[in-house]
T-cell receptor, first 115, second 114 residues
Framework: DAMVIQNPRYQVTQFGKPVTLSCSQTLNHNVMYWYQQKSSQAPKLLFHYYDKDFNNEADTPDNFQSRRPNTSFCFLDIRSPGLGDAAMYLC??????????????FGSGTRLTVV | QKEVEQDPGPLSVPEGAIVSLNCTYSNSAFQYFMWYRQYSRKGPELLMYTYSSGNKEDGRFTAQVDKSSKYISLFIRDSQPSDSATYLCAMRAYSGGGADGLTFGKGTHLIIQP
């Protein structure tokens, strides 16, 4: 059973047209992350939520925003997608620190194409 | 110098061989080390997790961490074609908040030839 679900799996958007990617989790984890992974590159952290606290990485462009309306859902908004934003977007969750396992659970990703 | 270096491969070995995958890193604050397996067009899946230096074994997989050399390894014994995937090392430092993201290597593309 999928525990971190990303929708859609594939998204095609037009240059400059706002797009939203969604992530939901059934693990009740406090922390949710968004990573960007371009072809043959390491996943790059964009931002994360620790409960309701939003933490933005210093080099994440302003074009990328996120919302977390409740524990289960987190959204990635790209306000004006450029061709360089075409990538796989990965959502991940983790438990609070204090558990023995610091591994993250990833969704299957959303592959974004910008045309 | 990147924080985490990982040879992207591809690494091609025959079925049944022992596979050795490696990462080096520069940040001495890293204490938690993980290996993820990523199949094509899928999200990464946690394989192994290790805290600080030492070895950890799980079935055909063994993870090793040498903090003095800033070097981590993943060994796969009796490799199978289903092991063909990209293997990403990942690590993080300790922090009080506990919510820091992982720093990943680029991944090594592994091909097991039947």
């Amino acid at each position: 059973d999928a525990m971190v679900i990303q929708n859609p799996r594939y998204q095609v958007t037009q240059f400059g047209k706002p797009v939203t990617l969604s992530c939901s989790q059934t693990l009740n984890h406090n922390v949710m992350y968004w990573y960007q992974q371009k072809s043959s590159q390491a996943p790059k952290l964009l931002f994360h939520y620790y409960d309701k606290d939003f933490n933005n990485e210093a080099d994440t462009p302003d074009n990328f925003q996120s919302r977390r309306p409740n524990t289960s859902f987190c959204f990635l908004d790209i306000r004006s997608p450029g061709l360089g934003d075409a990538a796989m977007y990965l959502c991940a969750t983790s438990r609070d620190r204090g558990g023995a396992n610091y591994g993250y659970t990833f969704g299957s990703g959303t592959r974004l194409t910008v045309v | 110098q990147k924080e985490v270096e990982q040879d992207p491969g591809p690494l091609s070995v025959p079925e049944g061989a022992i596979v050795s995958l490696n990462c080096t890193y520069s940040n001495s604050a890293f204490q938690y080390f993980m290996w993820y397996r990523q199949y094509s067009r899928k999200g990464p899946e946690l394989l192994m997790y290790t805290y600080s230096s030492g070895n950890k074994e799980d079935g055909r997989f063994t993870a090793q961490v040498d903090k003095s050399s800033k070097y981590i390894s993943l060994f796969i014994r009796d490799s199978q074609p289903s092991d063909s995937a990209t293997y990403l090392c990942a690590m993080r430092a300790y922090s009080g908040g506990g919510a820091d993201g992982l720093t990943f290597g680029k991944g090594t593309h592994l091909i097991i030839q039947p």
